[in-house]
Each structure stands twice: as structure tokens, then as C-alpha cells.
């Protein structure tokens, strides 16, 4: 489920100047970065050009669990990216004197960043100790699975006396228990779209383009989460184990390539005027995940006795399965105010239920369950979301002052929250050069499970997450 949320989205880093308009240049187009959202809007271009765009993210957390607000702790993570880089090749074709340009252009642009670290933590009552022992219930030792119930199993971290498949661990018996918990959560990697994207200008009224995209994604996380006893109160009475600590890591790279196709048209009622309209299709990704897990257990079974050493295990292995993303509808408004500027408002559909895993060509039919009960879930967890992007330009002779705001709907069920940006930059053009910067705030507030209770004492995180984009953009007209 967090890869369905994770990889579905879309959010276009841009040139300085799409970053400082809010991402909203839908109906104005003639920026290389619109062939990411409409490509139509690649055929406004009357001359070719060189761009490059380097930017630096910063990402900062602040994480909470349990409410526990004296534990709240902050990290800054700071990254750096390549926004949208490539070239537009525009000409006058002699073929047809009712098209007045055939444009062409390639470029890199960077559509989704997954660069995060946070840590979350508390001392409350619980263990996932407790989630362990419920999801082995009834399962046979050696069919335990590698990744959490069998290095719990295999490290004592729960245990069946009686053989009776009723496992057990060494907190059930320690009444109300608190543990001091940490986890540090820290995430790398984003996609990098290749687009090769072709527009048209059909007698100054009409604009036309198609991009077909080919996404890179990378994606790694590692996950360290660790449980004290450090006021000593867990004691099974049952076998005098005293119970210490353990550490639980989880580890997870994703790497994929994509195909996608995007279709747009502008139409220009006047100068004044002009509406436009783009269909982006799924992405379809073929993905490959190496993960591996491992389980740090330490604990004594007679505390007279000197302690035994930790018992410790891992588990590693890897998939291969194939997702798609939704469908994404949207529509466009933008006037040209003479020489002065312009004003352009973007809306958005899409319809996160459209996310679906697929491990048919891969798999036997156990994965086909868990196939079908991903894809359930996501009919469950996932709703349509409407976006909106408003942006503005303002022109003093070779100078630009540019200002944007957006509001992204939640991808998930009953969440009729909004997450907010606002964005602003400015602008220099003089004959063959201009230069582009741009800044975007955002900021959003998420909750976090450090682990599926199953059962067991829900530990409930909270991470404000605030982010500051910076792109700056270099152009050369030829």
C-alpha cells in the first residue's frame, strides 16, 4: 500500500519558472516544462532552445508518537535535483502553410521525490512483540514467514512451551508495561522522466501535442526500530525471562522503468483567451524490490545468571510484479494580457482506485491472493482527489515577477483535507538568454504507523512535514 501512494503521484519539479507559477501553465504553455503536464503547449515555441535546471530540496519533520510532544523531534534533510533539462527544436514547415510550427523536444524532468528522514519517539505501553505473536497464531514454526514472524520465532522473541501453535512472549504476563520506543526512518531516490514530446501550431488558433514518457524510479528506505526496557518492569513470571531491548531493521530498494503516454490540446479563442485540455495515461511499471529484514533480541532467562548474549537473525529476498497508475484528466484557463503578463488556473481529476498491482506474469497463484487483496484495499483506502493550480505572470520590460498556489486533494478515503503550496520567483529575458528562479512551500501534516498492531497496542506517529523547493533555470535560444 505506501508504494500505491507513493509512486502514483505526480508532482513536476519544473523550470524555475513552472516552480514559481505554481505548476500552472496548462493553457500558456511555451515552457519545456509543460511537455510533462500538457504538451500542446510545446507549440506556442517560434524558436529553438537549450534549457537546464539544477535545484535544491529541503525537507524538514518534526515527528511526534503518542501525542507525546516533549519527544517531538525535528530533521532537516536537503537534496539536490535536476529539474526539467533538455531542448526544443521548433520550425516553420514549408508543407503546409496552415501550420505554423512543428515543434520537437526532449527532456529530463523530475516528476516525484521520495527524499526524507525522520525519527519518532516515546515511551508507551505496548510491544512489537505483541504483533509477532498474533500474526504467528495457529502457524507451524518452519512455515512462519522469514521476514518478521520467523526471525521473532528464531530469536526467542516468541516462543510456544506447550507446542501447541499458541505462541507466546515474554511480556504477556508483565502487566502494564511501558517501553521506550525509537524508530529513524530515512528515505532516498524520486522518478526522472525521459519525455520525447511532439506539438503543433495550427494556424495561431489550434495547439497539439503528444509526449510519450519513460519514467526512471528509484527508491530506498530503511526502517531501525528499537524497544528498551528502561524502567525494568518486563518479566514473564512464567520462565524469569527478563527482557532488555531489540532492535528491528527493514530494509527496501525499489527500482522500475515505466512507459506512459500524454496527450494535450490549447485552443485560442483570442489573444486575450485560451482554454486547453490534457489525458495523461497510467504509468505501467515494471518493478523490482530487494528487501531483507533483521531482528536484534536480547534478553535473560535468570537475571541472577550473567545475561546471555543477543540473539540475532536476518532475512533477505526480492520480487519482481508490474503496477499501473491512474488516469489523469485535466483542464485549463489562461488569459494574455497584452505585453503585462498573463493569469492561468489548472484543474486536475484523478482517481487514485485506478492504482493496481498486477503479479499475474510473474507469480504463482499465492501472490495472485495477495494481488487481489492489495487491489482491494486500494478500492477501500483510496478515493478521487480534484486538484487545483493558479498561477500568475507579471512583465517590467526584461524582468518577470511570478507568483502560484495549489491545492492537492488527499488520495485517501474520508480525508477531505487539502495540502497547500504557495510559490513565487522571478524572471530575466534579454535576446538569446534568460534565467528563471523559483521557490515553492509546502507543507502538510501525515500520520505514521511504525508498525500493524494486528491486535496488539496501536502506536500512532504524526509527522509535520514542511518542504522548500528552489529551482533555478538557465536558457538558450538558438
Known amino acids: 500500500m505506501d508504494q500505491a501512494y507513493r509512486f502514483s503521484g505526480l508532482d513536476v519539479q519544473g523550470t524555475g519558472r513552472y516552480l514559481a507559477l505554481g505548476s500552472s501553465m496548462g493553457a500558456i504553455g511555451a515552457d519545456i516544462s509543460t511537455a510533462a503536464m500538457n504538451p500542446a503547449g510545446l507549440g506556442f515555441f517560434r524558436s529553438s532552445e537549450f534549457v537546464i535546471t539544477p535545484g535544491m530540496g529541503f ?4 515527528s511526534t508518537l503518542n501525542g507525546q ?23 516553420e514547415p514549408q508543407f503546409s502553410p496552415k501550420l ?14 521520495f527524499n526524507q528522514s525522520f525519527t519518532l519517539r516515546g515511551n508507551t505501553n505496548g510491544s512489537i512483540v505483541e504483533r509477532w505473536t498474533n500474526l504467528a497464531s495457529g502457524v507451524e514454526p518452519d512455515d512462519l514467514d522469514g521476514y518478521e514472524t520467523g526471525l521473532a520465532y528464531s530469536t526467542g522473541a516468541i516462543f510456544d512451551p506447550n507446542n501447541s501453535l499458541n505462541y507466546t512472549n515474554d511480556f504477556n504476563t508483565s502487566g502494564n508495561y511501558e517501553t521506550s520506543k525509537l ?8 522518478v526522472t522522466e525521459l519525455d520525447i514530446a511532439f506539438a503543433g501550431n495550427l494556424q495561431d488558433k489550434l495547439m497539439f501535442g503528444v509526449n510519450f514518457g519513460i519514467p526512471f524510479l528509484r527508491y530506498e528506505e530503511q526502517k531501525v526500530y528499537t524497544e528498551d526496557d528502561v524502567n525494568n518492569e518486563v518479566k514473564d513470571a512464567n520462565t524469569t525471562a527478563d527482557f532488555k531491548s531489540l532492535t528491528y531493521g527493514e530494509y527496501l530498494n525499489s527500482s522500475a522503468t515505466g512507459f506512459n503516454i500524454k496527450m494535450g490540446l490549447i485552443y485560442r479563442f483570442a489573444q486575450a483567451f485560451r482554454m486547453g485540455v490534457a489525458v495523461h495515461s497510467p504509468t505501467w ?26 540473539y540475532y537473525d536476518e532475512f533477505d ?35 487514485y482506485q485506478g492504482t493496481k498491482f498486477n503479479f499475474n506474469d510473474v507469480s ?15 478500492d477501500e483506502q483510496f478515493q478521487s482527489a480534484i486538484n487545483l493550480r493558479i498561477g500568475a505572470e507579471i512583465a517590467l520590460m526584461d524582468f518577470r515577477l511570478r507568483g502560484g498556489f495549489q491545492l492537492l486533494g488527499s ?35 501525515e500520520s505514521y504507523i511504525p508498525y500493524d498492531p494486528r491486535g496488539s497496542t496501536i502506536q500512532a506517529g504524526v509527522n509535520d512535514i514542511t518542504n522548500h523547493q528552489v529551482n533555478l533555470t538557465f536558457g538558450f535560444r538558438y
Open 317 to 351: 529476498g526480492s520480487y519482481e510484479y508490474a503496477m499501473s497508475t491512474p488516469w489523469r484528466f485535466i483542464g485549463s484557463l489562461g488569459s494574455v494580457i497584452s505585453k503585462f503578463g498573463f493569469i492561468n488556473a489548472d484543474v486536475e481529476y484523478v482517481n
Open 100 to 113: 505554423k510550427s512543428a515543434v520537437f523536444a526532449i527532456a529530463a524532468n523530475r516528476t516525484a521525490d
Open 285 to 310: 511499471y515494471g518493478l523490482k524490490d530487494a528487501f531483507g529484514s533483521d531482528l536484534n533480541y536480547d534478553f535473560t532467562t535468570n537475571p541472577a545468571l550473567d545475561p546471555a548474549p543477543p
Open 364 to 378: 504463482g497463484p499465492s501472490d495472485i491472493i495477495v494481488e487481489e487483496a492489495l487491489n482491494r484495499q486500494i
Open 183 to 190: 524508530q529513524i526512518v530515512t528515505r532516498k531516490g524520486g
Open 69 to 91: 510532544q516533549g519527544l517531538s523531534l525535528d530533521k532537516t534533510k536537503s537534496k539536490f535535483i535536476l529539474g526539467s533539462t533538455g531542448m526544443v527544436n521548433a520550425r
Open 59 to 62: 525537507t524538514n519533520i518534526q
Open 411 to 445: 488520495p485517501f478515503e474520508g480525508d477531505d483535507n487539502y495540502r497547500k503550496a504557495l510559490s513565487g520567483g522571478v524572471g530575466f529575458r534579454h535576446n538569446s538568454f534568460y534565467m528563471d528562479l523559483g521557490y515553492r512551500y509546502m507543507n502538510q501534516t
